[in-house]
């Protein structure tokens, strides 16, 4: 469904990607993962061309991104930033059937108001909200709404749950399981959670310094780690699993 092939780019003399390289398949989650400056948001902003990158190809359903009129582009691809992105000024039904009416659809409010019922957000309760007016999780969980409210087959998400508590977090984890087993979609994840990464993707990439490190499912990169880097990881998040066990 999505394929990168020999990413390289840099913001002046700062090189974020050095000849990435990654194919998600049709209906699979692959979650990006790093710690910051990785250059994991970076490829993950090649896919819709938000970044264009220097050189390279990116590919969507083996069609060059670049042969793609922009806006049709990204009105196929569903896509979530950190802050959720809902327009603050439009109530929530309004925000969620953006891109349904962008596309023509017929019935632009019917498809957000279904979607806003997938992610647990009735419209008789929340419809009429403003941004404002939702936690952070009913905000994540709008953002989901809307990035798969015209039928997208493809979202992109860029840390869209890390900035939410514990139990609100899971909540939102829970409804993102839910979307995919009822619609299927595929999904590039961005976390520096490898919990959240564990629990979400099926495929795992780990970045540093603008490399692509290793691919693999997470009992894979945890039994054979192709460096020292992903070993560390791997042992940093399982020192962190046992201090919160020993909490409980």
């Known amino acids: 469904m999505l394929t990168a092939t020999d990413l390289s780019h840099a913001y002046g003399d700062t090189i974020t990607l050095r000849e990435v390289s990654l194919s998600v398949p049709e209906g699979a989650v692959v979650s990006i993962v790093g710690e910051s400056g990785s250059g994991k948001t970076t490829l993950l902003r090649c896919f819709n061309r938000l970044v264009s990158p220097h050189r390279g190809l990116v590919c969507l359903g083996g069609m060059d991104v670049r042969s793609i009129p922009i806006e049709q582009l990204r009105r196929r691809i569903g896509f979530v930033p950190q802050s959720g992105g809902l327009l603050p000024h439009w109530r929530i039904l309004r925000n969620v059937a953006l891109v349904p ?51 997208q087959s493809v979202v ?18 829970e409804a993102f399981e839910q979307l995919r087993r009822e619609l299927g979609f595929t999904a590039v994840l961005v976390t520096h959670d490898l919990s959240e ?16 490190e290793q691919v693999g499912d997470v009992a894979t990169l945890r039994r ?25």
Do not use: K
């Open 197 to 212: 990464a564990a629990r979400l993707a099926d495929t795992v990439a780990v970045m540093r310094a603008g490399v692509l």
């Open 101 to 151: 009416t962008l596309l023509g659809m017929p019935s632009p409010d019917r498809a957000a108001a279904d979607a806003l019922e997938r992610v647990g957000l009735p419209l008789r309760d929340f419809g009429a909200r403003f941004p404002h007016e939702l936690s952070g999780g009913q905000r994540q969980r709008a953002a989901l709404a809307r990035a798969l409210a015209a039928q």
């Open 156 to 173: 992109l998400l860029d840390e869209p749950f890390g900035a939410l508590d514990a139990i609100s977090r899971s909540a939102v984890h």
């Open 224 to 248: 054979a780690p192709a460096t020292a880097y992903v070993a560390e990881l791997f042992r940093r998040a399982d020192a962190s699993a046992r201090a919160l066990s020993s909490l409980a």
